[in-house]
């Protein structure tokens, strides 16, 4: 069993930083992607920002040069730093893992969300 325990989320005034942990806690045997998402009320889930194996970064255009994505393998744990934050960043954001158990296939597991509230 596989859980993803994010944490960091909070309320932020425009212009601050937070920064978001999410920790993979169960046997998982590889992790290929490690990303983020957000979604604020009344739109559809966006990718704000993901992380290959190697370190290969990509971002949504929304955020580039804002927040930094990164990683810790051995702690199994993806991390979002959110810099010069706007109250359009207010929403859910919860991480997404792409990894999988010993002798299964890859698989995407996702965490519950942790609320991000940038006031203005």
């Known amino acids: 069993q596989v859980q993803l325990v994010e944490s960091g989320g909070g309320l932020v005034q425009d212009g601050g930083s937070l920064r978001l942990s999410c920790a993979v806690i169960?046997?998982?045997?590889?992790?290929?992607?490690m990303g983020w998402y957000r979604q604020a009320p009344g739109n559809q889930r966006e990718l704000v920002a993901t992380?290959?194996?190697?370190?290969?970064?990509n971002y949504a255009d929304s955020v580039k040069g804002r927040f930094t994505i990164s990683r810790d393998n051995a702690k199994n744990t993806v991390y979002l730093q959110m810099n010069a934050t706007k109250p359009e960043d207010t929403g859910v954001y919860c991480c997404?893992?792409?990894?999988?158990?010993?002798?299964?296939?890859?698989?995407?597991?996702w965490g519950r969300g942790t609320q991000v509230t940038v006031s203005s």
């Open positions: 169960g046997r998982i045997f590889s992790i290929n992607t």
């Open positions: 992380i290959t194996s190697d370190g290969s970064t």
């Open positions: 997404k893992v792409n990894g999988r158990l010993l002798h299964y296939a890859f698989n995407d597991y």
